[in-house]
């Protein structure tokens, strides 16, 4: 049972244009989730993140949104560039125990942005 | 800043052989390191979360004899796949992680196993 899903595979998107990457979550445990950017053959690269006392944050191009009662967050990009094309993984853990909580990972979206 | 350092990036080896791989952050204490491994077009199946000094902690179904980690500093972790077969290859990957749980993990580039 996939904890955290990322239903769009992939997502095409012209240069200049919004780029919203969407990730929904099952466990209500979790309260700190994390942006992943994957370029081939290299580890993902921290993006953003956004803890549940939250409902946005934002970094330069990169907004993460969190709707807890939707258990829904998404990332947008704006303007996104041809050099945001890559895999975007979203990552969620439940930090209540204050212990090694491991992050589940999305399956990720291949995100393609047209020049 | 904040660099993981993962060695070596590909291997290729027999089946029978034992692989260690490396994982070291570079400018930064890592308290807890995790390994992950990765199949095509799957996400990243956490493996083992470790903490300097202290014995890994194995995800379910994961076998610590199989998959050995040893995290002797602060800023290096190793996993050595012992006897490694053919199912063995893969895509592994480790992180590292700074002070609380409110931390981002940040990766290493991967290491691609494969067992012939």
């Known amino acids: 049972d996939q904890q955290v899903k990322q239903n769009s595979p992939s997502l095409s998107v012209q240069e200049g244009r919004i780029s919203i990457l969407n990730c929904d979550y099952t466990?209500?445990?979790?309260?700190?989730f994390l942006w992943y950017k994957k370029y081939p053959a290299e580890g993902p690269t921290f993006l953003i993140s956004?803890?549940?006392?939250?409902d946005k944050n934002e970094d330069g191009r990169f907004t993460v949104f969190l709707n807890k009662s939707a258990k829904h967050l998404s990332l947008h990009i704006v303007p996104s560039q041809p050099g945001d094309s890559a895999v975007y993984f979203c990552?969620?853990?439940?930090?209540?125990?204050?212990?090694?909580?491991?992050?589940?990972f999305g399956k990720g979206t291949r995100l393609s942005v047209i020049a | 800043g904040a660099v993981v350092s993962q060695h070596p990036s590909w291997v290729i080896c027999k089946s029978g052989t034992s692989v260690k791989i490396e994982c070291r952050s570079l400018?930064?204490?890592?308290?807890?390191m995790f390994w992950y491994r990765q199949f095509p077009k799957q996400s990243l199946m956490l493996m083992a979360t470790?903490?300097?000094?202290?014995?890994?902690?194995?995800e379910q179904g994961v076998e610590k004899d199989k998959f050995l980690i040893n995290h002797a500093s602060l800023t290096l972790s190793t996993l050595t796949v012992t006897s490694a077969h053919p199912e063995d290859s893969s895509f592994y990957i480790c992180?590292?992680?700074?002070?609380?749980?409110?931390?981002?993990?940040?990766f290493g580039d991967g290491t691609r196993l494969s067992i012939l």
């Open positions: 992180s590292a992680r700074s002070g609380g749980v409110l931390q981002p993990q940040h």
């Open positions: 466990n209500s445990m979790f309260d700190y």
């Open positions: 956004i803890s549940s006392i939250k």
């Open positions: 990552a969620a853990s439940a930090t209540v125990s204050l212990v090694n909580t491991p992050l589940v």
């Open positions: 400018d930064f204490q890592a308290t807890t």
């Open positions: 470790s903490n300097e000094g202290s014995k890994a902690t194995y």
